[in-house]
Structures are given as C-alpha cells and as structure tokens.
C-alpha cells in the first residue's frame, strides 16, 4: 500500500515551509534514506529523507517551487511497483483509483456504475471560502484534488492550482530556485537575463551581478524611491521571536571592562600552534565558549528556562553563537561544551558556522542552546544591549578588544581591554547572583589557567 509524503514539521515554532525543489523525480525508484526534495524552513534549507522503499510518485497538483504549505500538506506517495493511485487511471481497467486509508485521498476513488465520474455525475466538496477565491482569480475548480478533510477542496488547492496555471503559461527559464527566489527579492527580469546568457543556466550569482549592474546605470539625477519587498521567512522569524522575547521576558543588562591581555596571549599562542600543526585555529568565541560553560556549571541558575509553572535547570551547557547571515542572525549551537576540548569546540564551530552561513543547517544545528554568545566585536562596537534568545535566561554580548592604558599595581600599563554586556531575565535571576556570573566571567578570562587545568 503506498504510503502518504508530507511536509514534517522541522522546527518546534515552523508551521509552514517553502517548497524548493524535487531531488528525485516521478516514478524514480527509492530507499530509506534518499534525499527527495528540498524545503526552506524558518531558519534553513532541509534536503528530506524519505523513509521507505518503492516507487516515488509525485501528483499533477503537488506544489509548485516557491510555494509555501503547511506543516501535514500531502506531496508525493512512495508506492510499490504496480500500484495504482487515487490520481491515476490504469489503462486496462474499468475501475477507477485505488482507495487511500486517509480520509482526504478516499475522496477521488469513488466509481459510478463501473464508469468514470465526471463533473456532470460527480463533483468534489469544495469550502464556500474555497469558492469565493476560485471565482475571484479564475481557477476552474471541479477537476481539483482536495487537501482538506474527507477531501474536501479547500482555499490552498485552489491557489496551488492557480500558481501551477501561471507557471505553465510562463515561458520556461532555466534558473536555480535559489536564483528565482533571489530574483524576485532584488526586482530582477529573468527573460531578460536569460537573453544575455543564452542556454547558461542562471544561477544567484548571475541575478546579483545583473541586478548591480542594473543599479549601477541607473541615471543619477533621479530622485531615490523607496523600495519594498517582503520579508524573508528568517527575518519574519527573527521579528516573531523578538517580538515575543521583548512582550514576556524582563530583561537587565550588566556591563563589565575585562583585562583580556592574558586571553588574547593565549589565542596568539594557540593560532600560531594551530597553524604549525594544520589545524583549525580557536577563535575568540570558541575560548568564551568553553569558559562560559565553566561558569555556568557553577552557577546553575544562569543555565535554566521557564516552562508553565517550572523552572528546568539543564544539566549540559548547550552554548549558542550569533552568525550573521545573509538571511540574518541565527543562532548555530555546539552542544555539550562542558565535555569538550578547546581544539574540538574550534572543529565543531567552524564547520557548523560554515553550514549555517550557506543555507545547509540541519534544524538540530539550530535549536536547543542554553546560553548564548553574540560577538560585534569586528565591527568596532564597545559594548550594546543584547536581546535574550528566548527561553533561554541570559546572554553575553562581547565588545571588541581594545588597547587602554590600565593601572598595573601603581604603575600604568598598555593593556588589551575587552567589555562585556550580560542580559539576563529577571524573571529567573536577581540582579546580585548575575553580577557574580558575570565576575566569573572576567576572572576566567582574566586568568585562563583557572579553567585550562580542568
């Protein structure tokens, strides 16, 4: 019996996705643990396994590239060699579609009188709402499969169908979805583009350099118009959870200078060691990383979240580090820093940084952190007011590290000064046992041999 596809929910907040692309094709055979398609969720792109073996086959209404649909939607069947679907006809036979278990498959396998049903003698159930929007946008609704319970036909299909229609009237372009999606967000002609590429297929690249040049010629005397354009599903997320953060969270910030001389000796030291030996080189988030899990360790209360009525203390220190992406900030996440190496913390952070920034994630690579570190450093910032990532109760912003004159004893002193930002919720913690984390911190980088000896 063929078994149903459908979009998995691949984030605990996603309730939709946007369907990429088809990795396998209509009536290719597959296995456990084939990649078949690609979807963009709120934070990543997730190439999906399938889970069975048979025959892949994809339905005339499956969605469309670029189209969003929900967490359940139905996509594709893996079915066995020979089996009929509810979509399809066999060509030998009087009876018309293989019955599905759910419900919403049922609804197209119905015979009459040993012919095939047509809509003079048989018509789906279609939602007043579902109705309305065929009539408005011109979809001819009654050859449509539903989605909807007992198959009913709901407003989904009807736009589904709609975006299929357009796509088949358009002429065909030989781009990347990535490279149309890019399109439509920067306002770019791929017919045109096309036209100077000749039979190349268009790639981002290609749209970003079109779309410069394009700016670049445009005549200077014209007077600058604002743009629009939608916000991407990571920057709608983003916003979503800010939002949320800022409405039920009570945020405090504390604000320390740290004499980070010591720690910057040490990472000089372990680059050039790392260099000799050709491996990966520790960054300064890498040595935050491992300090803050020692102090989390000793201060549980730092490492906890609300839940309901609970407050649940984690065990492992799960520390997340802010990448700035093209899509925009998320959060990459090294798990269980406590049993780690600097060395393995270094390995695991960049390669992890690398998926996140070029769109290839996992949802594990981006959830489940119990403390977070945000670093502008880079950019010349001092210090700022980082915004908690929810549930967690704090996070530290890091400043860039400067050279100051410092009092050594009596005498003064050019030393390497960093300046250290904590929010936390007040809501979990009191501002005095926060202070006193946050004075761990200074010490430990201050004197790196106190956690190096673990």
Known sequence: MAVEIVLPRLGWTMEEGVFVEWLKHDGDEVKPGDLIYTVESDKTTVEVENFEAGILRIPPNSPAPGSRIPVGALLAYVAQPGEMLAFETHPESKKVEAKSERPRAAARSV???????????????????????????????????????????????????AEKQATLRAPAINASPLAQRVARELGVDLNALATTLGEKRI??????????????????????????????????????????????????????????????????????????????????????AKIASKALLEHPHMNTRIEGEEIVTEAATHIGIAVDTERGLLVAVVRDVQDKSVRQIARESHSLIARVREGKAAPSDLRGSTFTITNLGSYGINAFTPIINAPECAILGVGRIARKPVFVGKKVRARHVMTLSLTFDHRLVDGAPAARFLGRIKQLIEHPYLWLVD
């Open 111 to 161: 015979v009459t009188g040993g012919q095939q049903p047509t809509p003079t003698n048989l018509q789906p159930a279609i939602s007043p709402r579902a109705r309305r929007v065929a009539k408005e946008i011109g979809v001819d609704w009654s050859a449509l499969a539903g989605s909807g319970i007992t198959g009913r036909i709901v407003e989904r299909d009807v736009r589904a169908a």
């Open 203 to 288: 790639e981002r690249a290609d749209v970003e350099r079109f779309a410069a040049e394009r700016d670049a010629a445009a005549p200077e005397d014209v007077a600058p118009v604002a743009s629009r354009q939608l916000m991407s599903r990571t920057r709608r997320f983003i916003a979503e959870r800010m939002t949320v953060t800022m409405r039920t969270v009570a945020p405090v910030t504390l604000t320390i200078e740290v004499d980070a001389t010591e720690l910057v000796r040490m990472r000089q030291a372990l680059k050039a060691d790392a260099e000799h030996a050709s491996a990966e080189s520790p960054s300064y988030n890498d040595l935050l």
